[in-house]
C-alpha cells in the first residue's frame, strides 16, 4: 500500500521561498514517476509538476515555471518542490502523487483526478 506524507508548507510574504518534501513507502521509489499538484479553495486541483523515475525529465505547469523546481532523492524515498518568487495565487494546498502512468506536458494540462496518493497536503500560504 502506498503512503506519502508531505511536509514543509507554511506561511510566507509574496518574494519568498519554501521547500515542501514528500517521503514515500510502500513502493519501489526510484522506479515510480512522480508528481505535485495543488488545490486552492474553491478552485480545481491543477498539476504543477512531474518527475521521472531517473530525475532527468521534468515539466511544469506554466504558471510555476521559472519559479518553481522538482527534484527527487532515490535513496532517501523523497520528492521536493523548491518554491522561489511566490505570489498570492500559490497559496494552497498541495499534494505529492506516486506511481503516475507518465510525466509530461499534456499530462500537466489535465486536471488530477484525485488529490494525489492519499497524504494530507502541506498548505502553503503566501501572504500579499
Known sequence: QVQVAESGGGLVQAGGSLRVSCVVSGLTFGK???GWLRQAPGKEREWVSC???TGIYTYYADFVKGRF??????AKNTLYLQMNSLKPEDTA???CAADLPSCSQSLLSTTPRTSGSGGQGTQVTVSS
Not at 523546481?69 to 532515490?74: L, Q
Open 93 to 95: 494546498m498541495y499534494y
Open 32 to 34: 515510480t514517476v512522480m
Open 69 to 74: 523546481t522538482i527534484s527527487r532523492d532515490n
Open 51 to 53: 518527475i521521472s523515475w
